[in-house]
C-alpha cells in the first residue's frame, strides 16, 4: 500500500477548508456548565488532495482552526480518471458504511451530507455514493477518507483483474 500523504510545505492559501459537523458539549461543574465545541473539518486543494481532522477547544474559531491544521498534516492524493474515481469502493469506520461509485461526465456529485463535502473539497465532480447503516458525521467522514485512501490507480486496479489499462479507460 502507497502512502499517499503530503509534507506541510504547500502554502496555506491553496486549501479550501469546510465545516462537516460543529458540537457544542456542556461539562457541568460546580458554579454551573462549562461550554466546548468540538469542529470537524474538510480541507483539499480541488485537485484530488484532501484531508479531514478534528478540533476541540473553548471557542468555536479556535476548534476550527484547530481541526483545519489536524486536516492539513492527514492530506491523501486521491487517483482520478476521467474526472471520477477509477473504481467502485465500499469502506466502514464503526457502523457507518460508504459506497464510492465511479460516475459518467456530467452526473455532478450524487452524496449526502459529510461525503458530499469531502468529495467537493477533493475536487472529484463525478461520483456517486451512498452512506449506509450509521449518519453520524464523524464516522461516515472517516469511513469516506478510509474509501478514498484505499483507491487504487488505474494501472494496479487492471493489472489486479489481469486485464489492459485501456479497457477501462474507454468505458
Not at 455514493?129 to 484505499?150: C, D, E, Y
Amino acid at each position: 500500500m502507497v502512502d499517499r500523504r503530503f509534507k506541510d510545505n504547500q502554502s496555506q492559501d491553496e486549501f479550501t477548508d469546510r465545516i462537516i459537523h460543529l458540537n457544542r458539549v456542556a461539562k457541568v461543574v460546580k458554579g454551573g456548565r462549562r461550554f466546548s465545541f468540538s469542529a470537524v473539518v474538510v480541507v483539499g486543494d480541488g485537485n484530488g488532495r484532501v484531508g479531514i481532522g478534528k478540533g476541540k477547544a473553548r471557542e468555536v474559531p479556535e476548534a476550527i482552526r484547530k481541526g483545519s491544521e489536524q486536516a492539513k498534516r492527514n492530506l491523501i492524493q486521491v487517483p482520478l480518471v476521467n474526472e471520477t474515481i477509477p473504481h467502485a469502493i465500499e469502506a466502514r469506520f464503526g457502523s457507518a458504511k460508504v459506497v464510492l461509485k465511479p460516475a459518467s461526465p456530467g452526473t455532478g456529485i450524487i452524496a449526502g451530507s459529510a461525503v458530499r463535502l469531502i468529495l467537493e473539497a477533493a475536487g472529484i465532480p463525478n461520483i456517486l455514493s451512498k452512506i449506509i447503516g450509521s449518519r453520524n458525521p464523524h464516522n461516515v467522514s472517516k469511513a469516506t477518507m478510509i474509501g478514498l485512501q484505499n483507491l487504487t490507480t488505474i494501472e494496479e486496479y487492471a493489472k489486479k483483474l489481469g486485464r489492459s489499462k485501456e479497457e477501462f479507460i474507454e468505458s
